[in-house]
């Protein structure tokens, strides 16, 4: 069960003028569920991506890479579940540019002008035909209002679709963003979600793009866990198709700039949160918010210490205001000039911690009525400096175990 | 439940000749279980120790610390169950301090000749007057054969005490080492148990028996992990009394370190291994060694990327051969230059893993028939170097889950 997350509704999506969605049922590991994602887009979009750093990076994220850095206009990328052609070597290679050939073929365009990604299974070969047999399909079903049927297409252990849109004005011109993500399990920074894409009609240039999505991907997806591993085929896409008729935003000086920048932001810090509320198994959704630091390093340093440990997480599901477990947490974050007996915590406005142990006001019951709660905020008050960071995550559960133990079965 | 884990007979557990232990029911946190242990030296012994880098560690950790410093020949170790002393400020500190002083007073020594060691509970203030009210009896109680009661009275919640005992010959005299040992869960490097005692009646030097201790700690409790959390009380103690009559080892080239260096560390190891064993819910236990690596300490990161991968951990415990959670784990390790195409993965003696993909003569049931042992060892062969580096860790199942959200209920 989600933590206070409900599927969008349909037209809260707005669409995106030059990206069309289209969804099939491939079959590529179940059947009788849409598995196959094609997105595509008018001459003249601009795509900025940014992938994995996990070394076993999948095939598909090598190809989009690759065909990325070539610089030819993306006319489309496409999206399977079911099977992340991760683990696959060489083959997985040839599976991955298979595809690319494929949806080239049929749209009339170059490979290179393809983005392909997989998520899913680890380590099994990807079933290429089933992919080719499912993107006619996929292209019939092309139009720009698909959005919450491409959500719930690239969903794996994901319970709830995760789609968000915002409207925002770019010098008195109206511009639209919508995206969609998935990912419950394997979320950590570098990247966090599995995958996300989201689209814009603003017309913006290459270079500012990638700003705005490095930008995006620091304060979203970077700054969530569930599990602390990092996927094989995480990918966060930012599509421009220039069709607002705005005026185009050239650099990071222009006025408009900003305003783009926070709407990118706002809106896939929506999606990864969403990611975190659903995060397998999670029945508490926690804001680790650090204050005070040297630097924003050290106060996600922490943030993520705290966020990552087991004995925390456990403690959370159980509602057990064990402090003292996000003391230790704190206590081996690396940070080796750390002076404990300045430092404060607090659950959400409850202060626990000061002066190095417990709190001399901190009643017991105070700290169990915040861990009741389905949302909480831990906040870290370090006293040495002016940095902040804040990271998201989620409880550890039963259910976490099983929905791992039993993913392949 | 243990995994091949039983208690020691006591009959196996051979006496340390200057080191005599006495347990009692102090009451600290339950009653009607032992939960104090003192352990009184001979003059003459020779005492060192290893502490936790948490940077909040625990009250006891600080004045321990302090009185090995200050040089004086220790004469007691005194170790409470139910209450760790930590993340209790300055009053912590008096707490600690006062149970040396009431340990010096009844056995007519000096406080900063008393080592105090605290487990259990973070956060709640120590009951000092259950600690003294207790010692009356453990004096009482004090003799060399009670090393099984006193790896009883350390439990928290271990399953099954840990305790092992070995004899061999520095120059044609015969040497005992005994040692104890606790910790179920936070379970991890520097230092990775929670708190371990080991004696031996060997004569040897300061210097020389800080480095037996050294390396006896890099290759036991710095080398495995439950859960990846460092506790604030982690200690291992290793006394030297000094009365079996060998010549007294004084340098590192003396001809009996190498012999004492090694024993000291086979013993470790085991007790170390011991703990991973009773890991909290663990039903798997599982060596991961990582071979030819450009150094100890790569082979070392990916190890233990490995063994704290939840992913990883989770299939472990569903005997799931899902060996791309291995390889994802690999790839976040953090060695940049990693060449996936060259790396080999094996489960026991069954190849996964080569050029970058599936092993061609790999079989799902080969991984399958591994993964239901209740012991696999998963070798990594990077191809990059000489150097290898092995640490153990356990699975994550439904119990772990259970024991730690249950603990302070």
């Known amino acids: 069960m989600a933590v206070n997350l409900t599927a969008p509704l349909a037209g809260s999506l707005h669409p995106v ?19 196959l994602l094609l997105i595509a ?27 990325l850095e070539e610089g030819e206009q993306v006319r489309a990328l496409v999206v399977n579940t079911g099977n992340a052609n991760a683990g696959t070597g060489e083959s997985g290679l040839r599976a991955a540019r298979a595809t690319c050939d494929e949806v080239a073929r049929l749209l009339g365009v170059q490979s290179t002008q393809v ?3 997989s998520t899913g299974v680890i380590m099994e070969p990807l079933p290429v035909e089933r992919v080719a047999a499912g993107l006619p399909a ?3 079903d092309l139009r720009a209002g698909n959005w919450l049927t491409a959500a719930e297409a690239i969903m794996t252990t994901d319970t709830v679709p995760k789609a968000a849109s915002r409207r925002v004005l770019l010098g008195g011109t109206e511009v639209t963003l919508t995206g ?30 990638r700003a705005v999505l490095a930008h995006a991907a620091e304060h979203s997806f970077n700054s969530i ?21 705005n005026r185009e935003i050239v650099a990071e000086d222009d006025s408009d700039f900003g305003v783009l920048r926070d709407a990118v932001a706002d809106l896939a810090g929506e999606l990864a949160r969403a990611i975190v509320r659903d995060g397998e198994g999670a029945t508490k959704f926690i804001a680790v918010r650090v204050e005070q630091g040297v630097s924003r390093e050290e106060c996600r340093k922490v943030a993520f210490a ?59 019951e105070d700290g ?5 709660q389905s949302e909480i905020t831990v906040r870290v008050v370090l006293d040495r400096g002016t940095a902040a960071a804040t990271v998201w995550t989620c409880d550890l559960s039963h259910d976490y175990v099983t929905i791992n133990a039993e993913y392949r079965t």
């Open 225 to 245: 866990t569930v599990d602390g591993d990092t996927s094989t085929n995480d990918a966060f896409m930012l599509i421009a198709s220039g069709q607002a008729g």
């Open 180 to 209: 969609i993500a998935k990912g419950a399990g394997m979320i950590h920074p570098d990247m966090a979600t599995m995958l996300c894409f989201v689209a814009t009609d603003a017309a913006i240039a290459a270079v500012p793009l």
């Open 368 to 372: 169990q009525r915040v861990m009741r």
């Open 306 to 364: 705290i966020a990552h440990s087991p004995l925390v997480k456990t403690a959370f599901f159980a509602s057990d205001p064990n402090l003292g477990r996000i003391l230790a947490a704190i206590g081996y974050a690396g940070i080796d000039d750390l002076d404990v007996a300045r430092l404060q915590l607090f659950l959400d406005d409850v202060r626990v911690v000061s002066g190095g142990g417990r709190d001399p006001a901190y009643r017991e």
């Open 17 to 35: 003028a030059g990206v069309r969605l289209g969804t099939a049922q491939a079959g590529i590991r179940k059947a009788n569920r849409r598995d």
């Open 115 to 117: 983005l392909p990604f």
């Open 138 to 140: 996929c292209i019939a």
């Open 41 to 67: 887009l008018d001459e003249g979009a601009r795509v900025a991506g940014v992938f994995t750093r996990n070394r076993f990076c999948a095939a598909p994220v090598l190809v989009a890479r690759a065909h």
